[in-house]
């Protein structure tokens, strides 16, 4: 039977968790020109940066 959690009882399978996100992000990107694409990845760069700072700073407990 195959495992399709992300959690091992060693702790967490970062293969099938990598490739869960990359076919993910590949079905959200794969009908965008280059240009979409690219600014595609610089908003979701902003926001995680975003996220980042707010958590640095002491900020809310977002999840996402």
Same mark, same amino acid.
């Given at each position: 039977? /195959?495992?399709?959690?992300? /959690?091992?009882?060693?702790?967490?399978?970062?293969?099938?968790?990598?490739?869960?996100?990359?076919? /993910?992000?590949?079905?959200?990107?794969?009908?965008?020109?280059?240009?979409?694409?690219?600014?595609?990845?610089?908003?979701?760069?902003?926001?995680?940066? /975003?996220?980042?700072?707010?958590?640095?700073?002491?900020?809310?407990?977002?999840?996402?």
């Amino acid at each position: 039977m /195959e495992n399709h959690s992300e /959690e091992t009882d060693g702790g967490i399978d970062a293969v099938e968790m990598t490739r869960r996100i990359r076919d /993910e992000r590949y079905e959200q990107v794969k009908d965008m020109t280059p240009e979409e694409r690219l600014e595609y990845y610089r908003e979701e760069s902003t926001a995680a940066h /975003e996220r980042f700072v707010d958590r640095a700073c002491g900020g809310g407990n977002d999840k996402s």
